[in-house]
DNA sequence: TGAAAGAGAGAGCACTGCTCTCGTTCCATC
DNA sequence: GATGGAACGAGAGCAGTGCTCTCTCTTTCA
């Protein structure tokens, strides 16, 4: 709490950078991130472009407080999602995750574009500030398959998987997260979490054509289906 | 043939087109479809800046050229894959598209990135150019499961999928194309179109983690087996 | 109370896409 | 073969961009 530290001087300096993230948000909904500017998100404060240089070093830092905002809000979607699902339905909770994704992409597409499609071109962004969030709705997953694996409701191969070279990969990852699962299912979840967003991403980035589909929730479903199935769960 | 109406102006006009479109694809590489630049073409052509607007309208309408250019480049390289594939391996055929995407996107992340990553805003590509060229890849991955259904080599439920509104654009969709394959598998190809360039897209945007796998490619062979499994070609 | 730090304004630099005008060069038609 | 028109390249210019620097005024804190 740095509250007790609040002058009137550094209350003004939050209030700022809240405007600025959320003016920066509505250009970015409204323009993408290739077209966001500071001086319009300036213009928008009422300040001269060279003022909010006092509140955000680049445009690149703007876009990462952006890109944290965004992860935040989509972990927050998918938690909130989940809470409404039994903890033993590992096959609803999966889907609710899927749904949530989804549901955030097609209402804020430019942020999730910002953050699941084309890297801005020279913007890398700073690991130690996104990985934390970046990371949540994929946790939520591995702890629905992890539940599931452990209730023996997965149904998966459990030899090693080929090649030894990804074998001591998997087996990696499973130790740095203390899973119980499998190799097997450590391998399908990565196809799962890549597919899922290639699902949502097709839809959001329009590849599916304008007049394929009358209700493209409705092939979404069924494509949950396919990714339940894909990791075993029954 | 216009050979016959071949001037020197002309024939210089159409070296300039090939020049800038070769030029656009080196910036796009190099800087990104954000960053690309008439200007920097302009400069790199030997022009002045207003030059090239006789040959090109608009930085749009060079994305156009770059993308039609793309999408035939990915095209071909699907083909050339195709060609070294038995007709009758099926699970094979599949396969070897999902390498020919994933190794023209690693090669040329760029141009992957504007046909397959967020869309540029404000930036439609003209669907009268860009349609045939775009459908490419799609066609022959439905050639294969066309192929593999009339073969016999495809499980797959074969009751209509649901809900009706589905049902009727699957439906359409099989029509439309000459198909044979039920509307189940319409839907599980087009489930495994979206999570193949799902998967690709996961590693050609960096979305797996520097550190986190030796050799990506391992994984993506696991990956083609679940896709290849989805559609129940065996 | 006075020095230091913070904040905003404004000018300026190099860049962008794009438009307009101006001579020059080529080419098809009379 | 001359000639009118189209194509072409250059240059200036407009409005916008990210970002830096300097200047002034205000707040903060010792």
Redo the contacts between chains.
């Keep these: 709490m740095d509250d007790t530290a609040s002058t009137p001087r550094s209350r003004a300096r939050e209030q700022t950078m809240r405007d600025i993230v959320r003016i920066g948000r509505e250009h970015l909904a409204t ?5 966001l500017s500071l001086r319009a998100v300036a213009r928008d404060l009422g300040l001269v472009s060279s003022a909010v240089y006092r509140y955000v070093a680049s445009r690149d830092e703007l876009l990462t407080l952006l890109v944290v905002d965004g992860y935040d809000e989509l972990g927050d979607a998918v938690d909130a999602a989940l809470a409404g699902v039994d903890r033993s339905d590992h096959a609803g909770r999966m889907a609710a995750i899927g749904r949530a994704v989804r549901a955030w992409g097609l209402a804020e597409p ?1 942020t999730y ?2 953050l ?7 913007y890398e962004a700073p690991a130690e500030q996104t990985n934390r969030p970046g990371t949540r709705v994929v946790e939520r997953l591995v702890e629905v398959w992890e539940d599931a694996w452990q209730a023996g409701a997965v149904r998966v191969d459990e030899g090693a ?1 080929s ?1 030894r ?2 074998s ?2 998997l087996a990696r ?1 499973r130790r740095q997260m203390g899973l119980t699962v499998p190799e097997q299912l450590v ?2 979840g ?2 799962a ?7 949502v ?2 839809e959001v ?4 054509g304008a007049d ?4 493209p929730g ?2 979404f479903e ?2 949950l289906a ?1 990714l339940v ?2 990791v075993g769960l029954r």
């Design positions: 323009d993408g991130a290739a077209a430019a574009a910002l699941f499609g084309s890297p801005v071109p020279g998987v090649p070279r990804l001591r990969d990852i391998a399908r990565l196809f979490w890549a597919a899922l967003f290639g699902c991403s097709w980035f329009g590849q599916y394929t589909l009358a209700d409705d092939l069924h494509h396919a199935e894909s």
